[in-house]
Structure formats: structure tokens, C-alpha cells
């Protein structure tokens, strides 16, 4: 899992597991297919910073359907400001993409029974 994630550490990795478990319940081929997808959405993004900061980017249901609005909405607020370059560093661009995806209703996946 450090290895599809990127983040440099097993300790990482057990701090994102920790705060978000049902990123156990992804399979190695789901984690990969939705890091992509984060990257190619946010090809100028840390994307490893950015998950280790928010984990539960990886359980949204529809990862682009999700995030293509709220960098929109973002980029409307913040015009000029690279903000997805700025997402991983935690700073105001940040709290207002983590507010605009929960006030999206995209959601986190559920867990399977």
C-alpha cells in the first residue's frame, strides 16, 4: 500500500489507514485506478501529500464527478492562484477544496456487505 500511495513511509501509511480504515476495504488494482485518476484530474498536484492529508479522497464514489466541480468552484473563488499546485501545502486553498467536497454530497463509498 506505501508503494501505490507514494507516501514515503510505512509509518505514513499506517497514520492515513488509521485515520481512514475503509481504504483496507479498496483492493491493490482499486488504489491504483484512483491515484490515477487523482493525477490525471490534478496533474500539478502533490498527490501523495494531498491523500496523506485527506485519505478519504480515495473512497469518494465518483472521484471526477466530485472533484472536476469543486477545482472549478475553486479556481472561481480564487482566480489567478494556482490553488491545485497550493492543495497539498494545507493552506486556505486546501479548507475551501475539503468544504466544497463535502458540501458536493459526492461521498464516500460504502462499505460492501
Not at 479522497?57 to 490553488?83: C, E, F
Request: with cysteine.
Amino acid at each position: 500500500m506505501s508503494d501505490l500511495l507514494a507516501t514515503g513511509s510505512t509509518f505514513r501509511t499506517l497514520q492515513m489507514l488509521k485515520r481512514q480504515p475503509g481504504l483496507l476495504r479498496l483492493s491493490p488494482a482499486e488504489v491504483a485506478c484512483r491515484v490515477l485518476q487523482l493525477k490525471l484530474l490534478m496533474p500539478e498536484a502533490n498527490i501523495p501529500e494531498l491523500l496523506y492529508q485527506k485519505p478519504s479522497l480515495l473512497l469518494l464514489q465518483d472521484i471526477p464527478g466530485t472533484i472536476s466541480p469543486a477545482l472549478a468552484k475553486l479556481a472561481a473563488i480564487m482566480p489567478g492562484i494556482p490553488v491545485v499546485r497550493k492543495l497539498h501545502e494545507g493552506t486556505n486553498a486546501f479548507c475551501n477544496f475539503c468544504s466544497l467536497l463535502e458540501a458536493s454530497g459526492g461521498g464516500l463509498m460504502k462499505a460492501k456487505t
